[in-house]
């Protein structure tokens, strides 16, 4: 097999010709989309947006900051545009059950004008009811019906009274009503005198009196239905003075509002309720003690209320369907609320306290909203679940759905609903919806699924710049020359990861350009160049990379045991990557192995002590499944190996060791020294194939900042598997190495490739008779292991399980990772 | 005779009314509580003391006594019985009521008052009892309830039968406003401008409604009221009347914007017709001055 060559420095570094650009800077670049690269998630906000069906709500799901916003509300603007406002809706007093305030929908712009007219009605009846009942014809007339109404009485008792004089018997007035009593001289008779009259006299005294209070008691049962009748009339009366008062000004309203059936039936309750209680209009006439606390004015203002009209939702100034952004969706900020106001120390409520939530404000258009903040937000999911699948938003307090508090509350009557809600969230949370909430699937049909980088080309280094430019010029920063552009493009691709791919996170790219700004005016440039974005990408990493370099310093003053040069059995240098915040970074680690005779083991220390994540455990068991097929599966395996990562406390994770591990476990069993100037990352297979990792431009250039500390000895390198070439995008420094040789890098396809770069000894083939040369790694690899299968055999015990292992002590001092 | 009054004016000394005793009757009804206090503002102005009478209805009491009366009781219809104690018990009270009602509007404006209770006929005692005062008080109504009229019995009688001025009160009547004379140049009438002056002075303003055959005896008694009531400070505005058919008269003064009419009787030219229907027909109160 032969042994990889070093790379080119043209494969560790993809650059962006900055000649391929027409323009000089950015000023000369048009605007363009603010979004590219999302051709899928365009296409289906297009189509979520544009189809009209119910549970056709979106959901944009992406990383944070790739723009999600920024797509969905441009294309909403455009479509918003084209659409008419909706419906203005405001809240009015039920006047059958007031606890059920009425829902009105009006044409936009109506509501605020209904507003007003009722507030004028009702200013005007304050002067004009009150006028009409003090005018003169109508206390003339309530003045005949009170007569009227007396003098039934008067004359039926007067009558009476004639009637008893006759008699000589007077009708005299008792601390309770009346009384007859026989008169003398005009004086009652007094009963000495009563007695000494006849027999005769008496009983028919006795007699006429009886029949008197006969007659009066039929005139006294009648008087109460009198009293009725007078005060019905006085009701009637008072009803047509009323509804003659307030006709006129019905009449105009009612002609302004004609084509509104609802008003129209509202104005008739109004028409009612007036009439029914005008007196409320003629409050000040009252000396209560209630006036003199000056509650009386209170007292009517809170009567007149129900004449209020709660403008809801005013789409008076609104343009096109309306787009509303909730940033803190809280339950309440979405289906409203209903407020209290204390009263003498109660809680009271009606109407006029109803408050819209984002939901009526965003009824008849769109409705944006961020997953996370949703889903943080008690309940909110819940509300907005029920507003949709109900098709209406039913405004009801917590505290009322769950019975905490007991204060007088209404229910108004829901408003339909129809809103398109789009929701912005990352990815896990949209699959945790579809997975666990079995109506979200239902209600948010469409996902916008946001890319987080695009194809590296021509085309779209052109659009990159565009949209360099665009931002530039939205942001208002100076403007990037050419050569910025392509630096810009370059990092893009390093933040991607990929020499192929472009990252399209924006607000990496946006924070960029910013920062780039800023070092621009730091160092008086009129435009941006490759400096400046040179010095943000620096100052950024400086900013972000303390603890990378306590690390550093860590290796470097040996705190931390790496060695660069030299040759070591069973010891190699692995690679792992850190990530602090959004700053990652690798350091090498020196992973060991041991054997010993045992019965065919190979022990992840890592794993033993549970500071081994589960793929790092899969890597170990797959590298001991390829020893075990290559060379036991046709002899014993005596040994027992054990694996570990020294001086690391704080656990790993990941297979990108495996085939490090590999090559330090081959070293053990074939003795083969492993030049300590070279690095390894890559996991392996069964077959030994050293496969794809994460993060090669970290872990390359952790190894070279080690490397070049301690100066670069021309021998030092890393091996990276063969798969991740196209995802180098290395620090010019570490390109300039490569190309003065005195550094290299390494593709490896197989772990035979790589063990012999790293002992300088051939891996070894097969021969015809199925062994390896015996100089070769494989060769000594078989030896050993045959060696040691007849020693095993010599001893009639099986091996001792041996603790004489010496445990490395674990030491505190040591910077976590 | 008409001539006659005039030269007695000008000739003689003023005719004035030495009021020190008013006697107010009390029924403890709201007329009779505004009775009091109208005579309690005006004991106060003359410095005169106060006399409350409650009279104990002897019918009432009689009445109860005859075994056969029943009370049928006021918009129920129902017969109740009555009897003797209950219905003293029932005057008792209303009595200490009434006393109540004085000592509290007396001692709040510091006058010298006392009260006495009186049994039989209400206008008999009353009127038995304003000999001894020099203006008898009482509400327009007693504690009647079907109230018809404008005049009860009683105030009827006691205007008709009382030697000396009366005063006839109802509830709800404000007297700060200004109070109306009406002048007709009768000896009377004379004493009641100067009453009507006296009691203005609080509100500051008299009206006098000038009732003169011709110009010249209007202008004359115009210049007399100036001379007469030289020493009060008032100001006073005129009105001549030209019409005195009754119901002309009592819509002139309820328009007036009158707190309490002053009205002389003794000797008056006015028809006796005029002054009656005034008092019935009027809601103001009036005092009568002889």
Redesign the interface.
């Known amino acids: 097999m032969p042994v990889p060559q070093p790379l080119p420095p043209e494969a560790l570094y993809k650059t962006c010709d900055p000649q391929q650009f027409a323009f000089a800077s950015t000023a000369e670049v048009e605007d363009g989309h603010q979004i590219i690269g999302q051709d899928r998630a365009v296409a289906s906000i297009q189509f979520g947006i544009g189809i009209q069906r119910e549970g056709y709500n979106l959901y944009a799901l992406g990383s944070h900051g790739t723009g999600k916003y920024t797509a969905v509300h441009q294309f909403l603007a455009q479509k918003a545009a084209a659409e008419s406002p909706p419906s203005d809706w405001c809240y009015v007093h039920n006047f059958e059950q007031a606890h059920k305030s009425h829902a009105l929908r009006l044409p936009a712009g109506m509501a605020t004008e209904l507003r007003d007219d009722m507030q004028k009605l009702v200013e005007e009846l304050v002067t004009i009811l009150p006028a009409a009942f003090t005018s003169e014809e109508y206390q003339a007339q309530k003045k005949v019906l009170e007569e009227e109404y007396k003098s039934q009485q008067t004359q039926a008792l007067e009558k009476l009274r004639s009637q008893a004089r006759l008699n000589n018997i007077a009708l005299i007035q008792t601390p309770g009503g009346f009384a007859f009593a026989p008169l003398k001289e005009g004086e009652v008779v007094s009963p000495d005198e009563f007695l000494q009259l006849s027999r005769e006299e008496q009983t028919k005294i006795e007699a006429q009196v009886e029949d008197l209070q006969e007659t009066l008691q039929d005139i006294m049962r009648q008087v109460p239905q009198w009293q009725r009748t007078a005060q019905r009339r006085l009701k009637e009366m008072n009803r047509e003075v009323a509804g003659f008062a307030i006709m006129p000004l019905l009449n105009e309203l009612r002609q302004k509002y004609a084509e509104l059936e609802n008003v129209q039936a509202y104005f008739s309750a109004v028409q009612r309720d007036i009439i029914e209680n005008f007196d409320i209009f003629l409050e000040e006439e009252k000396t209560t003690m209630a006036a003199m606390m000056g509650m009386a004015a209170a007292q009517q203002e809170s009567s007149l209320r129900r004449y209020q009209v709660n403008v809801l939702v005013d789409h008076r100034t609104t343009a096109g369907a309306p787009i509303v952004f909730e940033a803190q969706p809280r339950y309440q900020n979405l289906v409203g609320r209903v407020e209290h106001i204390s009263q003498m120390g109660a809680l009271m409520t009606d109407f006029t306290l109803i408050k819209p939530g984002a939901l009526h404000r965003a009824n008849g258009g769109y409705l944006v909203l961020e997953a996370r903040s949703l889903l943080m937000q008690p309940y909110a999911w819940d509300g907005l679940k029920h507003a949709l699948r109900a098709g209406q938003i039913n405004i009801e307090s917590l505290g009322q759905v769950y019975s905490l508090v007991s204060t007088v509350s209404l229910e108004p009557e829901p408003i339909p609903l129809d809103v398109k809600v789009i929701m912005l969230g990352e990815r896990l949370l949209y699959y945790l919806l579809c997975h666990y909430e079995p109506d979200f699937p239902e209600l948010f049909k469409v996902a916008a699924d946001f890319e987080d980088d695009m194809e590296r080309s021509d085309a779209s280094n052109q659009a990159y710049a565009q949209l360099i430019a665009t931002l530039v010029r939205k942001e208002k920063m100076r403007h990037f020359d050419r050569a910025a552009v392509a630096r810009v493009i370059e990092h893009s691709s390093r933040q991607a990861g990929d020499a192929e791919k472009l990252s399209i996170h924006m607000q990496s790219i946006s924070d960029l350009l910013r920062e780039a700004d800023y070092w621009a005016v730091e160092n008086n440039h009129e435009v941006v160049t490759v400096v400046d974005v040179q010095r943000a990408l620096d100052a950024q990493i400086y900013r972000a990379s303390r603890i990378r370099d306590r690390i550093q310093e860590s290796i470097l003053r040996d705190t931390i045991l790496i060695d660069t040069e030299g040759e070591m059995l069973g010891q190699i240098n692995g690679l792992a990557v850190y990530q602090t915040g959004q700053f990652a970074f690798a350091k090498p680690s020196r992973i060991t192995a041991r054997v010993r005779m045992g019965k065919g083991e190979v022990i992840d220390i890592e794993r033993q002590v549970e500071m081994g994540g589960p793929i790092h455990s899969k890597g170990v068991m797959i590298l001991a499944g390829f020893l075990g097929a290559r060379y036991a599966a046709e002899r014993p395996f005596p040994l027992s190996a054990t694996l570990v990562f020294e001086q690391s406390y704080a656990g790993v994770d990941g297979d990108s060791a495996s085939s490090a591990e590999l090559y330090a476990l081959l070293s053990v069993l074939a003795q083969a020294p492993l030049k300590q100037s070279l690095a390894v990352t890559g996991s392996v297979n069964q077959h030994g194939q050293v496969q794809a990792i994460g993060g090669v431009n970290e872990k390359i250039e952790g190894f070279f900042d080690v490397c070049n500390a301690r100066g670069l000895t021309g021998a030092q390198g890393v091996l990276i598997p063969q798969a991740n070439v196209k995802n180098l995008m290395l620090r010019q420094e570490v390109v300039d190495a490569v190309r003065d040789g005195r550094f290299h890098v390494y593709p490896v396809a197989h772990v035979d490739e790589g063990i012999e770069l790293l002992t300088g000894v051939a891996a070894g083939a097969l021969d015809a008779d199925g062994n390896y040369p015996p100089e070769s790694i494989n060769g000594r690899v078989v030896a050993w292991l045959t060696q040691t299968a007849e020693e095993q055999r010599k001893f009639a015990a099986p091996p001792r399980e041996s603790d004489a292992e010496s445990r490395k002590e674990e030491s505190r001092d040591k910077p976590d990772a | 005779m008409l001539k006659a009054a005039k030269r007695n004016l000008v000739t003689n000394q003023m005719h004035k009314l030495t009021i020190r005793r008013i006697l107010v009757a009390l029924d403890a009804s709201t007329h009779s509580l505004a009775a009091l206090e109208a005579a309690a503002n005006m004991a106060l102005l003359l410095k005169a003391e106060l006399v409350g009478l409650f009279v104990e209805d002897?019918?009432?009491l009689?009445?109860a006594?005859?075994?056969?009366?029943?009370?049928?009781?006021?918009?129920?219809?129902?017969?109740?019985a009555?009897d003797v104690p209950r219905?003293e018990a029932?005057l008792r009270a209303q009595a200490a009521q009434a006393q109540r009602d004085l000592s509290e509007m007396a001692e709040r404006r510091q006058l010298r008052y006392s009260f006495r209770v009186a049994r039989g006929?209400v206008s008999a005692e009353l009127l038995a009892a304003a000999l001894e005062a020099d203006l008898l008080a009482l509400g327009r109504l007693g504690?009647?309830?079907?109230?018809?009229e404008l005049l009860g019995s009683t105030a009827r009688t006691a205007v008709a039968h009382a030697k000396g001025p009366v005063l006839l009160m109802r509830a709800g009547v404000d007297l700060s406003q200004p109070v109306l004379v009406i002048y007709d140049g009768c000896p009377a009438a004379q004493r009641a401008l100067w009453v009507g002056a006296t009691l203005a002075q609080p509100n500051g303003s008299l009206h006098v409604l000038v009732w003169a055959d011709d110009n010249e005896t209007a202008k004359q008694f115009k210049s007399d009221i100036v001379m007469q009531l030289a020493d009060i400070e008032v100001a006073i505005s005129y009105r001549r009347l030209h019409d005195i058919e009754p119901d002309k008269l009592v819509e002139t003064i309820s328009h007036s914007n009158t707190g309490l009419l002053v009205i002389g009787t003794t000797a008056s030219p006015l028809p006796p017709q005029t002054l009656q229907t005034v008092l019935e027909r009027l809601d103001t109160p009036v005092l009568v001055v002889r």
């Open positions: 002897i019918n009432l009689r009445a006594g005859l075994p056969f009366v029943q009370e049928i009781r006021y918009a129920l219809g129902e017969r109740r009555i219905m029932y006929p504690r009647s309830l079907a109230q018809s």
